[in-house]
């Protein structure tokens, strides 16, 4: 099994939705992290946790929210989706200031 | 910006020859990690190097580091089409309410032409 998985890894929504998208590690690693991906600009951080009590905004976290529900699990929601949000989200873990673990990505789209 | 810059923004290259990606930042760093990401899926961590190492191999993967020029160099020996992908350098900074975040480039696309 994947040690990084995320779910959905596709999902279609209309403007105004409100999505989740779930991450879970079984690395055991108290580090998470949420980007986003969109064609020529690379990866941009939206939300981290450092542990289950810990959660910090990254660049883009307007339109975002988090909850890191236990250790193994990390959820980023759209409170109310947007097009401009449509983009491949990543989810990724570490143990420490080094490697980072990466899940599949989630497509979303938002019409 | 902490982020890294890779250059060129693409490369394209026949199998067998090598291919060279750079990477210039700006902070001052811990480290600095390289990532694989073929097309669509998860990054893949490929290479960590550290503030006080000039040079590391993996493989057929070789890793520079310049911290007086802010640069690193990604050299892939008798590049393969499964090479195919895109790479992105992650400067780890060493001070400063960011410490623990990466910043990823816009990545380098290599493409291999069999």
């Known amino acids: 099994d994947a040690d990084v998985t995320q779910t959905p890894r596709n999902r279609i929504t209309k403007t105004g939705k409100r999505i989740m998208l779930e991450c879970s590690q079984t690395k055991g690693h108290d580090r998470m992290y949420w980007y986003r991906q969109d064609p020529g600009l690379g990866l941009r951080l939206i939300y981290y946790s450092f542990d289950v009590k810990d959660i910090n905004k990254g660049e883009i976290s307007d339109g975002y929210s988090v909850s890191r529900q236990a250790q193994a699990k990390f959820s980023l929601s759209l409170e109310s989706a947007i097009p401009n949000q449509t983009a491949l989200y990543f989810c990724?873990?570490?143990?420490?200031?080094?490697?980072?673990?990466f899940g599949p990505g989630t497509r979303l789209t938002v019409l | 910006s902490q982020q890294g810059e890779e250059d060129p923004q693409a490369l394209s290259i026949q199998e067998g020859e090598n291919a060279t990606m750079n990477c210039s930042y700006k902070t001052s760093i811990n480290n600095l990690q390289w990532y694989r990401q073929n097309s669509g899926r998860g990054l893949v961590h490929l290479i960590l190097?550290?503030?006080?190492?000039r040079e590391k191999h993996s493989g057929r993967l070789r890793v520079t580091l310049d911290t007086s020029k802010k640069s690193s160099s990604l050299l892939i020996t008798a590049s393969r089409a499964a090479d195919t992908a895109s790479y992105f350098c992650?400067?780890?900074?060493?001070?400063?309410?960011?410490?623990?975040?990466?910043?990823f480039g816009r990545g380098t696309q290599l493409t291999v032409w069999p």
């Open positions: 990724a873990t570490s143990e420490t200031v080094d490697e980072q673990f």
């Open positions: 190097i550290r503030s006080n190492e």
């Open positions: 992650a400067p780890k900074a060493d001070r400063g309410s960011t410490l623990g975040r990466l910043y």
